[in-house]
Nanobody, 124 residues
């Protein structure tokens, strides 16, 4: 069993930045793939970013490319999402997730463990 806990969300003006963290417990984070997803009110959960267990491979949703950066520190069992140039449409609850396979994947069904989410609100 892996527990994930997101932090770092909050209220920010458009154009601002936030850094989300995802702390893992229960086992080492080193060999787990991980990703970030978000869900806005009335919408389905959508892919944001993913990173392989080694950190060597990353992928992003088109809507966040060039603005968001996913990273991980396996020694700290923590993943990160740096969010720059935030837009009102980025407003959502952000979830981190990990996959037992260690793969980099955009598919919800490939993830085994989920955090409870952290709210990000971007005002115009």
């Amino acid at each position: 069993q892996v527990q994930l806990e997101e932090s770092g969300g909050g209220l920010v003006q458009a154009g601002g930045s936030l850094r989300l963290s995802c702390a893992a417990s229960g086992r080492t984070f080193s060999f787990l793939g991980m990703g970030w997803f978000r869900q806005a009110p009335g919408k389905e959960r959508e892919f944001v970013a993913t990173i392989s267990w080694s950190g060597g491979l990353t992928d992003y949703a088109d809507s966040v490319k060039g603005r968001f950066t996913i990273s991980r520190d396996n020694a700290k069992n923590t993943g990160y999402l740096q969010m720059n140039s935030l837009k009102p449409e980025d407003t959502a609850v952000y979830y981190c997730a990990s996959g037992q396979s260690g793969a980099m994947t955009t598919r919800l069904s490939d993830y085994d463990y989920w955090g409870q989410g952290t709210q990000v609100t971007v005002s115009s």
